[in-house]
């Protein structure tokens, strides 16, 4: 049976409500994780922890490790592992894109320069793997490293797409599996190994994750078209502009009557706001954005069912409500 949306407007402290309490020692945890004598990178850190976040990947840490009888203490240090990892691509994709904005923020790069990103970034990652290394499993810190590993290859894969209108819809998830889906599963899968959750329980969740990001990806990808600079944090329509082409670009170019017009905007490479909104007119007559959407749902589907797998995880409702939040989120 399909998965049925519970809200429209669902945010996600509402989802995140019974963790509150754990996310509160998470964030302080990350800004212990932070803390240095250093100047400047006092006052990077600083500048990222103001420019706060959803810590939608800390609380999946959090909610996947909830099997009986699993203290809190065994998965804080993971979830802020993790945390500071997401963190730090997004300092590097700053970087990558020459992007001024973030969480409508200035970006790390903006303020300071290319080289202090690159550095912080890299400080991240390592201050990451020293608390995943304190834990005395070998196992979170293998996979964190594989999981790195995918996220760097989907950073070189996007860039080497660029305004490529021959790319199928098979590049396009991978790239987003790499991107966004890998650290979001790996999340929900790392709360279960600290648990001491048999293999098929950890691959339930794992697999719920990686549903959770992938349609979470896609969901950002229409905002990027719909949303407005105030509530993305970041200019609209910045991926298409840049030549990032997402899935409804992908879907329009493959079977939209219009996909000569279409290949021949992106093929200029130059795209304004008249050929955006051009652009946005041949996709909602192809039902690309739709069928955008659609796809969406059937991960969230796959997700949701993945979940029957693990029956005595007690958070599997707020999991549950997660991937409400995921699919219907406007912001």
């Known amino acids: 049976m399909s998965f049925q949306p519970l809200a429209d407007n669902l945010k996600p402290l509402d989802v995140f409500a019974t963790i509150a309490d754990d996310l509160r020692r998470v964030e302080t945890a990350i800004e212990a994780a932070l803390s240095t004598r250093e100047k400047m990178l006092e006052e990077v850190s600083i500048h990222l922890l103001r420019a706060g976040g959803k810590r939608i990947r800390p609380a999946l840490v959090i909610l996947s490790s909830r099997f009986p009888g699993v203290s809190l203490d065994k998965v804080i240090d993971v979830a802020v592992a993790v945390e500071l990892i997401h963190m730090a691509t997004l300092v590097h994709d700053d970087v990558v894109d020459n992007a001024t904005l973030r969480r409508g923020r200035p970006t790390v790069n903006a303020i300071w320069d290319n080289q202090v990103s690159v550095l912080v970034g890299d400080y991240l990652f390592a201050k990451s793997f020293t608390l995943l290394s304190e834990t005395g499993n070998n196992r979170v810190v293998r996979l964190m490293s594989e999981v790195v590993r995918e996220m760097s290859q989907g950073e070189l894969a996007q860039m080497a797409s660029y305004f490529d209108v021959e790319q199928t819809e098979e590049d396009y998830f991978k790239r987003i599996a790499q991107k966004t889906g890998y650290l979001i599963a790996e999340a929900c899968r790392l709360g279960a190994v ?73 093929g200029t490479r130059s795209i304004g706001a ?43 409702p707020v999991l549950k409500t997660l991937a409400d939040f995921v699919v219907n989120r406007k912001f």
Not at 209 to 238: H, N, R, W, Y
Not at 278 to 288: H, M, P, Q, T
Not at 304 to 316: I, S, Y
Request: charge should be negative; charged fraction near 30%.
């Open 274 to 316: 008249a050929e955006v909104e051009r652009v946005k007119e041949i996709l909602a007559a192809s039902g690309s954005f739709d069928y955008a959407r659609e796809k969406a749902r059937e991960h969230i589907d796959r997700a949701v069912r993945a979940l029957e797998r693990v029956p005595t995880l007690t958070t599997r």
């Open 194 to 266: 600290m648990a001491g959750a048999g293999e098929e329980e950890v691959d339930a969740v794992y697999e719920y994750g990686m549903g959770i990001g992938l349609s979470f990806q896609i969901a950002d990808d229409l905002l990027d078209f719909f949303g407005d600079e105030s509530t993305l944090g970041k200019p609209v329509c910045g991926d298409l502009k840049i030549g990032i082409l997402t899935l409804p670009v992908i879907h329009a170019l493959h079977h939209s009557p219009m996909r000569g017009e279409l290949r021949e905007i992106i």
